[in-house]
């Protein structure tokens, strides 16, 4: 079974502080799929990135990175230099290589305070 | 390009009543699911929509049932109504072909209550 555990329940920053969001994933698959979603007060979900098994390069897109790490089943989420417009939920989801349905962790609920 | 619609955006019914929330797709994609997410969790998968026909299926009961239109639109339907029920119901759209690979783009959600 497929499941994604995100072990931080609330977290609180100041702002310009660097926070690290962590994931760690269980599945029997061998090619699957990793998202991290935001999920701000109005609730619509927005994509962040998508990482497939086979790579694991990690990725930064402005101040969002992400390392995956296949050994450990990981794949954190950092910001750097946090902003009050990065409080939200943070999402990481798990999605088989047949692309039927995502599985969600509880989310991370990230306060950054001015 | 308008990205996923849901409607309405809130619904208060009482127990044992029946629920219609609606959906439409982004723009070109023509693969539909719903999830429910209760207060302080993430998403639980509900089930998809493809080609009309439902694909797959989360662990929800016959209660929840559903519908996709030639347009691609899709329809939840929730019958006897619980209190369990109240929850955000999301609605993502994503192109079938490419699978797994076609990250999924979600709606503002329709914020269900039950009384």
């Known amino acids: 079974a497929q499941k994604v555990t995100q072990a931080q329940t609330e977290i609180s920053v100041v702002e310009k502080e660097d926070v690290t969001l962590d994931c760690v994933y269980e599945t029997r698959d061998t090619t699957y799929y990793l998202f991290w979603y935001k999920q701000p007060p109005s609730g619509e979900l927005v994509f962040l990135i998508r990482?497939?098994?086979?790579?694991?390069q990690n990725e930064i897109s402005g101040r969002y990175s992400w390392n995956f790490q296949k050994s450990t089943s990981s794949f954190n989420f950092t910001i750097t230099a946090s902003q009050v417009v990065d409080s939200a939920v943070y999402f990481c989801a798990l999605r088989d290589h047949y692309g039927q349905n995502f599985v969600f962790g509880p989310g991370t609920r990230l306060s950054v305070l001015p | 390009d308008a990205g996923v619609t849901q409607s309405p955006t809130h619904l208060i019914k009482t127990r044992g009543q029946q629920v219609t929330l609606r959906c439409s797709p982004k723009s070109g994609h023509d693969t539909v699911s719903w999830y429910q997410q209760a207060l302080g969790q993430g998403p639980q998968f509900i089930f998809q929509?493809?080609?009309?026909?439902?694909?797959q299926r989360g662990n929800f009961p016959d209660r929840f049932s559903g519908h996709q239109f030639p347009n691609y639109s899709s329809e939840l339907n929730v019958n006897a109504l619980l209190l369990g029920d109240s929850a955000l119901y999301l609605c993502?759209?994503?192109?079938?072909?490419?699978?797994?690979?076609?990250?999924?783009?979600f709606g503002d959600g329709t914020r269900l209550s039950i009384l």
């Open positions: 993502a759209s994503s192109s079938g072909t490419g699978g797994s690979r076609q990250p999924q783009h």
């Open positions: 929509y493809y080609e009309e026909e439902e694909r």
């Open positions: 990482r497939n098994s086979f790579d694991e």
